[in-house]
């Protein structure tokens, strides 16, 4: 591995916790972002000449730390004495320090994050900014806003938590139940930049999907009877499992039917499985019971053909009138093309495009462009991958489409 690629990979699997904990010590949002950044532009400056630490976190806390220590110093007032207080305890280890039983800084601050004072949207994209260290460019892409929307939002947000004295805590239990639906919201987006990233060269960020299963993990430990919470573990570890198969040996993306499905891990499809038939026994069915049991008709069929895409067209009906969005009606459009042959997929898609709902989502362009293949309409389906082709953000897409607009302009 290269000292490019090491510093990223440390960047990607410390950056968040070292986050979560100067937020914890110090309570403010901004020194923290800048005391880490500091420091991982520190590291950059030492490490190619002195080697990376034995313990490159550890490394970076520290120096995060000392840089707040210094900054906060310098700001001569009451509260100034108390953080410099809880600085100098801080250790390695993240403490325990509320009646929740949870250890973990990033989940803390995911809750804090989650807080029914913010706005929903603002929730997701905090999360986003200061756990997983997405540039505002990046959130905003996601969100489909500008970067300078994006940017008020994050402000606004970092205000409120400041002005209102949200705490930095898991709730008691009695308060869990009005923030799980935006914790589960923010776990489902945070593997999913991870499964499909918004933005950059690979298609797949790992570590993100490693961090969301882990919080999942412990969410289900903290709420052990809320079938949601099983259901977006389960549909992660089904989804996981077939992340070795989705793209080839030299990083190309491999679709779905032509996978190699010995490539999957079978022990995270048992899990999720497992989970899933947990969360179905509590008779609560909700949206990710449902995207898991859609994700468990992929991975548990023998062979591409064995499919059963009729059941999954009929679990994404299901979940339209549970939790309707234009992304799911366009999968359920694949769905039911799959069942039921690719002009009744098209008229589904072509009535999302009349909508102006996706625009801007390459997927959907994607998606036609895929279905007109299917019935050998070339010119039309050339004219939709050029389409998804522009919007696509990863390089690993644009190479698989652009090979797909060869195939049909030949």
Known sequence: MSFEAEIAAVFRTERGPIVATLIRLTGDWDLAEECVQDAFARALERWPREGVPRRPGAWLTTAARNNAFDRLRRRANEATVVREAAIRSLTDEPMDFDDSGIRDDQLRLIFTCCHPALPPEARVALTLRVIVGLTTAEIASAFMVSEATMTKRLVRAKQKIRNAGIPYRVPPAHLLPERTGAVLAVLYLLFSEGYAASAGAELIRQQLCADAIHLATT???????????????????????????????????????????????????????????????????????????????????????????????????????????????????????????????????????DAGELDGYHLLPATRADLLRRMDRRGEAAVAYHQALVLAPTDTERRYLAKRLSEVTL
């Open 219 to 353: 969410l289900t430990q903290l709420m052990p009877d809320e079938p949601e919470a099983l259901g977006l573990l389960a549909l992660m570890l089904l989804h996981d499992a077939r992340r070795e198969g989705r793209v080839d040996d030299s990083g190309e993306l491999v679709p779905l039917e032509q996978q190699d499905r010995t490539r999957w891990d079978t022990g995270k499809i048992d899990h999720g499985v497992g989970l899933l038939e947990t969360a179905l026994r509590r008779g609560n069915p909700g949206p990710y019971q449902i995207q898991a049991a859609i994700a468990a008709c992929h991975a548990t069929a023998a062979e591409t053909s064995a499919i059963d895409w009729a059941q999954i067209a009929q679990l994404y009906g299901q979940l339209v009138s549970m939790n309707r969005s234009a992304v799911v009606e366009l999968n359920r459009a694949v769905a039911v093309a799959m069942a039921d042959g690719p002009a009744e997929g098209l008229a589904l898609v072509d009535a999302l495009t």
